[in-house]
């Protein structure tokens, strides 16, 4: 090794070289080592879009209203939370890597986790207290989407991605927004306005990982 | 502009390599030995060499966690580091600019 002559282990090394190693370098590490989105937006704008739409398809032309069937709803909340705990999976996936984007990963999906679960304690509340069933319909259909755009706007002094900041700040607006569509129609205000919001984003992290 | 005003703590391949898995890492993140030793395919008694030399010029930091087999070292590049990496970089591409026909 030659220190200051740019050899190593007897190869010397030009500019030419030195490019072309940053760039092997770089290919290698930056998949390993930077997470990756684009499949958990994906996925979560597929699960919110069929989710919610198939879920406004059985509770349309409901008179009265007695909202979705308690294991389809079930199956989807399910498949969500093994969505979150994959996206921390993911995590572990990186070899290695330790610190503060580990951290941020767990905090995110254990936020959303607690939000989501305290939001069905509440709506078990609101039954207890006495609430009808369109007005636990309106709440239980615009709570998750509440809980994740409030995660996903506090995520923006951290990370600074305004693509997530609009996504966060997007799902509050169709929560908002979408609880006077009333218990039926409140479904499918969230599967068109939440699913195809996720996937919006999945497509501008794919354009942003190639440019 | 000449070769020579690469820095030559980082003008080699071993630890040009180290040095760009490094910059791949978020801020606030450090990458564990063997995890480097993956990424750059270099064996364990090369790494910890380059790794000296670098830590000697305060262009990475490593930390030791834990010990007996349960020992982990961890990496990440000091913001002298980054910093070194930046003008190397901006001195490769101005040596290639210069090399280029046109």
Do not use: C
């Not at chain 1, 406004?56 to 209203?65: F, I, K, M, T």
């Not at chain 2, 490593?62 to 990496?85: D, I, M, P």
């Amino acid at each position: 090794m030659n220190d200051g002559t740019g050899t190593d282990q007897g190869m010397t090394m030009n500019a030419a070289d030195a490019a072309a190693i940053m760039a092997e370098a770089d290919a290698r590490a930056r998949p390993v080592l930077r997470p990756d989105h684009r499949v958990t937006f994906l996925v979560w704008g597929l699960i919110w879009f069929l989710g919610d739409g198939l879920t406004w398809l059985a509770v349309r032309g409901q008179h009265p209203y007695h909202g979705p069937n308690p294991g389809g709803y079930a199956a989807t909340v399910l498949l969500a939370v093994l969505v979150s705990l994959a996206s921390v999976g993911q995590s572990r996936a990186e070899t290695g890597v330790r610190g503060l984007s580990v951290l941020r990963r767990w905090s995110f999906s254990l936020s959303a986790l607690a939000g989501i679960g305290g939001a069905f304690a509440i709506e078990g509340a609101l039954v207890h207290a006495g609430a009808s069933r369109p007005v636990v319909g309106v709440f239980e259909a615009v709570a998750p989407v509440l809980v994740i755009g409030l995660l996903y706007l506090a995520r923006f002094p951290v990370e600074q991605d305004w693509a997530v900041a609009g996504l966060g700040l997007w799902l509050v607006i169709a929560a908002a927004v979408g609880a006077y569509a009333g218990p039926q129609n409140v479904w499918a205000v969230a599967a068109l306005a939440v699913g195809p919001a996720f996937l919006l984003v999945a497509a501008l992290e794919q354009r942003r990982q190639r440019a | 502009m000449s070769p020579d005003e690469l820095d030559p703590v980082i003008h080699t391949p071993a630890r040009l390599r180290i040095m760009v898995t490094l910059a791949a890492l978020r801020d606030g993140d450090d990458l564990s030995f063997t995890g480097l030793q993956d990424l750059t395919a270099l064996t364990p008694g090369n790494l910890i060499t380059h790794l000296r030399k670098l830590e000697e010029a305060g262009y990475v930091a490593t930390q030791k966690n834990g010990g007996g087999v349960t020992a982990r070292t961890s990496v990440a590049l000091t913001g002298e580091g980054r910093k070194a990496l930046e003008n190397y970089t901006a001195v490769l591409r101005q040596l290639l600019d210069s090399a280029s026909p046109n």
